[in-house]
């Protein structure tokens, strides 16, 4: 209480002049509700805290619970650093400390009726007031600081879809539509090709009427556990020795036999399909060209004829 009590400049014997800023040291904020203590308000009023409480009862309509109230032992002690050392169970006050509202402590200035109550009233009213503005003016710049932090998410969130849909363009076309290979770019043509044959994630069709072991040699390169359907001729230059081999190491393989189609396939996960201009094993020998098709329609009706088929 002293220390608190040292803020205040006793001009005369009667009179206080207490600043806005000893005043909103001693507020407390409880209940959501800013407030002053009764010891407090006693040392401003310059009366013994006893006797104020005293006034009030003998006044008790003019207090209801809104403008003054007594502290649960919970907020009492939320409050007991800033409260005076004089507290409750050491000898001095044997009960809990009232808060006053604003609203309370002008009914206060009313009842004690004296100089100094008015004069101290009266600047606690104006501490309560420049409180209400900072509060209100805080109040304003969290909710302007508010409103920048979700537009910052609502900009990360939509610039990560938009780099989130870039990634997966670049993932699934990270190759040309097309591309051609000229005679003796025989390596350039069969790294592509198994660069394909690995995309696979559960099935490669081939649709490719002159198949050999080099061809098998390919598939080899595939994800494991990935099956594999060839639709080739009958005089193609694979063996069911071959594809039983071919079996053994890396299943599984079918091989079926068609002369319903002249051009290249390779149909990946039945979703995917590249049209290859020359046969997978000659791929490099002569001038020849992979498209990568992007029409649904067309992908869908060479499917539906391969599955009868298949």
Same mark, same amino acid.
């Given at each position: 209480?002293?220390?608190?009590?040292?803020? &205040?400049?006793?001009?005369?014997?009667?009179?206080?002049?207490?600043?806005?800023?000893?005043?909103?040291? $001693?507020?407390? *904020?409880?209940? =959501?509700? /800013?407030?002053?203590?009764?010891?407090?308000?006693?040392?401003?009023?310059?009366?013994?805290?006893?006797?104020?409480?005293?006034?009030?009862?003998?006044?008790q309509k003019r207090f209801p619970q809104d403008f003054c109230f007594q502290l649960t032992e919970e907020e009492f002690l939320r409050c007991q650093n800033g409260i005076s050392k004089n507290t409750v169970g050491r000898g001095g006050r044997r009960y809990l400390p009232y808060a006053f509202t604003e609203q #309370?402590?002008?009914?206060?200035?009313?009842?004690?009726?004296?100089?100094?109550? %008015?004069?101290?009233?009266?600047?606690?009213?104006?501490?309560?007031?420049?409180?209400?503005?900072?509060?209100?003016?805080?109040?304003?710049?969290?909710?302007?600081?508010? +409103?920048?932090?979700?537009?910052? &998410?609502?900009?990360?969130?939509?610039?990560?879809?938009?780099?989130?849909?870039?990634?997966? @363009?670049?993932?699934?076309?990270?190759?040309?539509?097309?591309?051609?290979?000229?005679?003796?770019?025989?390596?350039?043509?069969?790294? $592509?090709?198994?660069?394909?044959?690995?995309?696979?994630?559960? +099935?490669?069709? %081939?649709?490719?009427? @002159?198949?050999?072991?080099?061809?098998?040699?390919?598939?080899?390169?595939?994800?494991?556990?990935? =099956?594999?359907?060839?639709?080739?001729?009958?005089?193609?230059?694979?063996?069911?020795? =071959? %594809?039983?081999?071919?079996?053994?190491?890396? /299943?599984?393989?079918? *091989?079926?036999?068609?002369? +319903?189609?002249?051009?290249?396939?390779?149909?990946?996960?039945?979703?995917? *399909?590249?049209?290859?201009?020359?046969?997978?094993?000659?791929? #490099?020998?002569?001038?020849?060209?992979?498209?990568?098709? @992007?029409?649904? #329609?067309?992908?869908?009706? &060479? &499917?539906?004829?391969?599955?009868?088929?298949?």
């Amino acid at each position: 209480m002293e220390e608190k009590a040292n803020q &205040l400049e006793i001009i005369g014997k009667n009179e206080i002049e207490v600043s806005s800023s000893t005043i909103s040291g $001693l507020i407390y *904020v409880i209940r =959501d509700k /800013p407030v002053l203590l009764d010891q407090d308000l006693a040392m401003l009023y310059q009366v013994e805290t006893g006797a104020l409480n005293r006034a009030v009862k003998r006044n008790q309509k003019r207090f209801p619970q809104d403008f003054c109230f007594q502290l649960t032992e919970e907020e009492f002690l939320r409050c007991q650093n800033g409260i005076s050392k004089n507290t409750v169970g050491r000898g001095g006050r044997r009960y809990l400390p009232y808060a006053f509202t604003e609203q #309370g402590i002008s009914m206060l200035s009313a009842i004690l009726q004296s100089d100094v109550a %008015i004069v101290v009233s009266i600047a606690i009213m104006r501490a309560f007031v420049e409180m209400r503005k900072f509060l209100a003016t805080n109040s304003l710049i969290l909710n302007r600081v508010n +409103e920048i932090e979700v537009k910052q &998410l609502e900009y990360q969130k939509n610039t990560d879809e938009k780099f989130n849909e870039v990634f997966k @363009y670049i993932e699934n076309h990270s190759e040309s539509e097309q591309k051609i290979f000229f005679e003796g770019q025989i390596y350039d043509a069969f790294s $592509l090709i198994i660069s394909i044959i690995q995309k696979a994630k559960k +099935e490669i069709i %081939i649709v490719d009427g @002159y198949i050999d072991i080099e061809t098998l040699n390919l598939l080899a390169k595939k994800i494991s556990e990935v =099956d594999v359907k060839i639709l080739t001729r009958e005089n193609s230059k694979v063996t069911n020795r =071959d %594809i039983a081999k071919f079996n053994a190491q890396y /299943p599984s393989l079918t *091989v079926k036999y068609t002369t +319903e189609f002249h051009d290249r396939f390779i149909i990946l996960d039945r979703e995917t *399909v590249y049209h290859i201009g020359a046969s997978i094993k000659d791929a #490099g020998k002569k001038c020849f060209g992979i498209s990568l098709w @992007y029409d649904s #329609g067309t992908i869908a009706n &060479l &499917l539906e004829r391969l599955m009868k088929i298949l």
